[in-house]
């Protein structure tokens, strides 16, 4: 495998292996918005696709703009506002607002006497 590197400075293969850097870490992040579903219909999953995409820009947006502290040369971006954070408030508000309940309906039979020693 060759990277072809050779006829290049080291400005532009520090910028080459930072853009590549952004773009794997995007789909890193990319991967914790996405939804696990069942369904074959691929308008809903492109649709769950863009919504994680959506999130995910939010997100920088908002640690960008709103969170992070401006500093000289840059901005100091906060370690604690994580994606996995932001996707916990979003999913916490969304359970207050559509009213989510965890109540499961049970079945009324119990654990069968085939299973019973194991079930202690």
């Known amino acids: 495998m060759e990277c072809d590197l050779t006829d290049r400075t080291p400005k532009q293969v520090e910028r080459l292996y930072r853009k590549r850097s952004a773009i794997e870490t995007s789909y890193r992040v990319f991967r914790q918005a996405r939804v696990v579903t069942t369904t074959q219909d691929p308008i809903i999953r492109f649709a769950f696709v863009l919504v994680g995409f959506l999130l995910e820009n939010l997100w ?20 604690e ?38 079930a202690g």
């Open 60 to 79: 920088l947006v908002l640690r960008w703009a709103v969170v992070a502290r401006p500093q000289r040369g840059g901005r100091d971006l906060p370690e």
């Open 81 to 118: 506002f994580t994606f996995k954070t932001f996707s916990d408030w979003i999913r916490h508000a969304l359970e207050e607002e559509l009213e989510r309940s965890w109540e499961i309906e049970m079945n009324g039979t119990g654990v069968p006497e085939a299973y019973a020693p194991a």
